[in-house]
């Protein structure tokens, strides 16, 4: 009786470091359709789904309900031209006093590149899983301003990606966040699988 009561209590400890581990993955999913070309070549009212992801330990308060994350990789697949891996540092953000939630270039004062209002995004910190949340979104700025190639322009593995500026998408967001454990809740984790194979032992 009192090894089965230890047991439970050292699975119940283990899921407790794991579900509270200090970072976690965020994966997102932002969907919409929108005109313009790939390294000159015009495309028009294709869908595009840009999928990315990030670190939660890497949130950045910026203060007033704003907060980003740099992802760490980030691709684009358009109907009709294909899966483009984004080589611009880009980042996700969220402005809870503007409900707004957004893919944007890196950094804070980066280009916002599409943004899409819905009052979800009005409570959101970047650390929960959230979603799908639909909403019209816009598409803005992809051109840049053209004092900075690297900071301006989204460079993808396919070439330079330009979206035609868009103010009615139909869009929809959903991020999903996935505790990372740390490496003491894996040797905490095989210490305890070792100990539950010696109780059983002992119990035969």
């Known amino acids: 009786m009192k090894s089965t009561i230890l047991i439970a209590g050292m699975i119940t400890t283990l899921l407790f470091l794991v579900n509270n581990a200090s970072s976690a993955t965020i994966t997102y999913i932002y969907t919409g359709h929108g005109s313009g070309d ?33 992802n760490s990789t980030a691709t684009i697949n358009i109907s009709d031209v ?27 004062g980066g280009l916002d590149l599409f943004n899409t209002v819905n009052a979800a995004f009005g409570s959101w910190k970047m650390m929960n899983s959230i979603g799908p949340v639909d909403g019209i979104g816009k598409l803005i700025q992809w051109d ?44 905490l984790l095989l210490v305890g699988l070792g100990v539950m194979g010696f109780l059983a032992r002992v119990r035969a």
């Open 38 to 70: 790939l390294g000159g070549v015009p495309f028009f009212n294709e869908d595009f789904t840009i999928s990315a992801t990030g670190n939660t330990a890497d949130r950045e308060n910026h203060g007033a309900g704003i907060f980003s994350i740099n």
């Open 82 to 108: 294909g899966n483009l891996t984004i080589s611009s540092p880009t980042r996700l953000f969220v402005n809870n006093l503007e409900n707004t939630v957004g893919f944007s270039h890196a950094g804070f």
């Open 144 to 187: 840049g301003f053209g004092t900075d190639p690297d900071l301006d322009l989204v460079m993808t593995s396919e070439g330079i990606l330009s979206f035609n500026d868009s103010f009615d998408v139909a869009a929809t967001f959903q991020a999903t966040v996935s505790p990372i454990p740390e490496p003491s809740t894996y040797a």
